[in-house]
């Protein structure tokens, strides 16, 4: 079991995780069915395997018309050296995979492995409860710098839902100035990147109030809640900040110590410090109410406040 926190290095952890999920379907498939609905497997041989193959294209991945699968098998296979090394073949290198952008885990709905018979199973000592974590504020300026300021010109991919937020926190800035709007107005907000201060404004209001946390946009709701941290009791916990480390050992625990560990999908190249400078001129009250929101995520993983604020009195009085 793991629990994706966006901003924590999931798309390479999300790519690993689907490529053992596919290699356990590729095994069963070579190996034995009994795992496999078999009263429905006929149904899931007859299936257009050039849909996938346009899928992988439309994600920068060209399959040469001489290497297509003429198979189910064959295709896994494909996909399994895509997911590992980025590429069809192991040698020739192809754009890094964005799990969070293939449709192949519902794409074939009738090889699956059965689920648990009970769900205790997963409170096991043998079962491995894994989640990544970073420093709460390191990932929460992450949020904004790849989700707020970056418009959808700049995007490999459009992302309609943060082109309205923008617009949204601009409007709100602009109500509480109680300034009447023209729809001139209205629309100067478009295309418009709200600063670091007004996006923290904008998920701060009504946080406090219950189920408000609940519904958080999932890129800076606290971990602790999005992952139910006290009712799974994670017993591998990994860093963002040593994640090579700590990725090499989960890669080990699952058979993969030859993964490709080289580049992480998606690494932003930003420093500790880029993140930091985000909370410089950030009013204290805002700082109280971002430490009241974040305090599990502080506590539970040893994260200390003042490696991003140095505003010790401003702390205490705050606690």
């Not at 109680?178 to 904008?202: A, H, L, M, N």
């Not at 519904?215 to 139910?228: E, G, T």
């Not at 480390?245 to 030859?258: A, C, P, V």
Request: proline share 6%.
């Amino acid at each position: 079991m793991y629990c994706p926190v966006p901003k924590v290095a999931t798309k390479t952890l999300l790519t690993v995780m689907l490529y053992m999920h596919v290699r356990d379907i590729s095994e069963h498939l070579d190996n034995n069915w009994t795992n496999v609905d078999a009263a429905r497997a006929r149904m899931e041989q007859m299936i257009n395997i050039s849909v996938f193959l346009q899928d992988l294209q439309q994600n920068g991945i060209t399959i040469p018309e001489e290497e297509e699968p003429k198979s189910l098998a064959a295709f896994l296979r494909i996909y399994l050296n895509i997911l590992r090394f980025g590429s069809i073949n192991g040698t020739s290198s192809s754009p890094p995979v964005n799990p969070w952008r293939l449709r192949f885990t519902f794409a074939f709905p009738y090889l699956r492995l059965h689920s648990l018979s009970n769900l205790s199973q997963i409170f096991s000592p043998s079962y491995t409860r894994a989640i990544f974590v970073r420093h709460p504020f390191e990932r929460l300026a992450s949020a904004y710098k790849e989700r707020i300021a970056m418009l959808t010109k700049d995007r490999i991919q459009p992302e309609p839902e943060y082109d309205a937020m923008r617009e949204m926190i601009c409007r709100r800035r602009n109500w509480n100035k109680e300034v009447p709007q023209s729809s001139q107005q209205r629309d100067g907000c478009k295309g418009t990147i709200p600063s670091f201060e007004d996006f923290i404004r904008y998920i701060l209001v009504n946080n406090g109030k219950p189920g408000v946390v609940a519904k958080m946009n999932y890129h800076w709701q606290p971990y602790s809640v999005l992952c139910q941290v006290c009712k799974f009791q994670y017993n591998f916990i990994g860093k963002y900040e040593t994640f090579n480390d700590h990725f090499i050992y989960f890669l080990k625990r699952f058979n993969l110590s030859d993964w490709n560990i080289q580049k992480p999908n998606g690494a932003s190249g930003l420093t500790k410090w880029d993140y930091q400078k985000f909370y410089l001129t950030l009013p204290d009250e805002l700082i109280c109410q971002l430490l009241r929101l974040y305090d599990e995520d502080f506590r539970f993983f040893n994260y200390r406040v003042d490696d991003y604020i140095n505003r010790p009195t401003l702390i205490q009085n705050c606690k």
